[in-house]
Each structure stands twice: as C-alpha cells, then as structure tokens.
C-alpha cells in the first residue's frame, strides 16, 4: 500500500474536526511550496528544479537574464511546458536571493542550451 493510500485510510476515519486539523497543517506544512517546483536530495545538489526533471530553476533564470526567450528554453528543453517556466519564474520571483546565491555559487557558469536537431 502506498503512503497516498495509507493516508487516504486514515483519513477516511477521521472526524470532520479532525480533517479540518489535518488540513491546517498540511497548509502550515507547504505554505512556502509551490507548484511544478521540487527540490530533492542528491538531484541537482538539492537545488529546486523543475517537477519531472533535473534541470534546476536557477539554470533558467540564468539562460533568462543572458537574453534566452521562453521560446528558445522551450525549444531547447522539450520536456518543459509554458507551464514550468511560469512556475519557474514565480518561484524566481519570491526566492530571489536563494536564486542568486546558487547562479553565484556556480560561478561564471553560462547555462548551455541543448541543441535541438529537427527533422525535416
């Protein structure tokens, strides 16, 4: 049985009350969360990154701020959607100086876009 699943029994016993007090606490819990934007030990050195991927938001900021259109980071990251880089950018936007210090922690390091061969 999953951990969803397990909770999901769990829940299922509770009293109103008792959902209603598990529910501020999740809240309590993710309230610096935000969505399409994971952050896990040992991919990317921990670093937030976009859901589903190891491309690390930093990385986009930083292609952003040399001038990269969302278009070229689209076409040059075909497993992200419009969707990721406006989380990207939200996230961005409300942890600018985290962002910063990793863009300086990598020192001169220009984020290089993958090459995207297209088939006629």
Same mark, same amino acid.
């Given at each position: 049985?999953? =951990?969803?699943?397990?909770?999901e029994?769990?829940?299922?016993?509770?009293?109103?009350?008792?959902?209603?007090?598990?529910?501020?606490?999740?809240? *309590?819990?993710?309230?610096?969360?935000?969505?399409?934007?994971?952050?896990?030990?040992?991919?990317?050195?921990?670093?937030?990154?976009?859901? *589903? =991927?190891?491309?690390?938001?930093?990385?986009?900021?930083?292609?952003?701020?040399?001038?990269?259109?969302?278009?070229e980071?689209?076409?040059?990251?075909?497993?992200?959607?419009?969707?990721?880089?406006?989380?990207?950018?939200?996230?961005? *936007?409300a942890?600018?100086?985290?962002?910063?210090?990793?863009?300086?922690d990598?020192?001169?390091v =220009?984020?290089c876009?993958p090459?995207? =061969?297209l088939?006629?």
């Amino acid at each position: 049985m999953s =951990t969803i699943e397990q909770a999901e029994a769990l829940v299922a016993k509770m009293t109103r009350g008792e959902k209603a007090q598990l529910l501020q606490h999740v809240a *309590r819990d993710i309230g610096d969360a935000y969505p399409g934007i994971d952050s896990t030990a040992g991919v990317a050195g921990g670093d937030p990154c976009i859901a *589903r =991927t190891r491309v690390p938001v930093w990385t986009l900021e930083q292609a952003r701020r040399l001038g990269a259109s969302e278009a070229e980071l689209l076409r040059s990251y075909p497993g992200l959607r419009a969707e990721d880089l406006a989380n990207t950018w939200a996230y961005v *936007r409300a942890h600018r100086d985290e962002i910063d210090a990793q863009i300086r922690d990598n020192g001169d390091v =220009t984020p290089c876009l993958p090459a995207v =061969t297209l088939l006629a």
